[in-house]
């Protein structure tokens, strides 16, 4: 079946940085879009970053210019490396896919930007 594992969360101080890793299995990973969600207390869950199969990337306005979202084929691995934290982006970070009916997510890792 298919599953992601996150990994890489932590506290961290403001303006310093994070790379969060996703690993996945049961999927020809390949070939799928991979995004990177977020869900702070209190507020909804915010895609924050998308790579597709051909490495085309988006990204939420507020992490345009400090995260950079990317991919590994050969590990089946995508990554969100986050510079310039800000308390801001304390969430839980998800990573999600889509396979043909099945919506996938893994169980998420706490960011926490504080001082």
């Known amino acids: 079946q298919v599953q992601l594992v996150e990994s890489g969360g932590g506290l961290v101080q403001p303006g310093g940085s994070l790379r969060l890793s996703c690993a996945a299995s049961?999927?020809?990973?390949?070939?799928?879009?991979m995004d990177w969600y977020r869900q702070a207390p209190g507020k909804q869950r915010e895609l924050v970053a998308s790579i597709t199969s051909g490495n085309s990337k988006n990204y939420v306005e507020s992490a345009k210019g400090r995260f950079t979202i990317s991919r590994d084929n050969a590990k089946n691995t995508v990554y969100l490396q986050m510079n310039s934290l800000k308390p801001e982006d304390t969430a839980v970070y998800y990573c999600?896919?889509?396979?043909?009916?099945?919506?996938?997510w893994g169980q998420g890792t706490q960011v926490t930007v504080s001082s």
């Open positions: 999600h896919t889509i396979v043909g009916q099945g919506d996938y």
């Open positions: 049961g999927i020809m990973f390949w070939i799928y879009t």
